[in-house]
């Protein structure tokens, strides 16, 4: 299977965006889209950890203060 383009997901993501927002007032929608961009922010810094790319490789150590 193929994956979707960045054309079909964008329609997509605006069909399903036209989906829930169909009665809604404007308190649910400032709501749902806070919320969707709080998921969205967590899935690119998932992205980010190590090792997500298919490389295993140790993570980052922490600074650690000199004494």
Same mark, same amino acid.
Do not use: I, N
């Given at each position: 299977s193929?994956?979707?383009d960045s054309g079909e997901l964008l329609t997509l993501a605006a069909a399903l965006a036209c989906a829930l927002a169909k009665g809604r007032d404007a &308190? +649910?929608? &400032?709501r749902m889209a806070a919320f969707f961009t709080l998921l969205g922010d967590s899935f690119a810094l998932l992205a980010l950890q190590? &090792?997500?790319? &298919? +490389?295993?490789?140790?993570?980052?150590?922490?600074? +650690? +203060?000199e004494k």
């Open positions: 193929r994956s979707p &308190g +649910q929608l &400032g190590p &090792g997500r790319d &298919g +490389q295993d490789r140790p993570p980052a150590k922490p600074f +650690q +203060q």
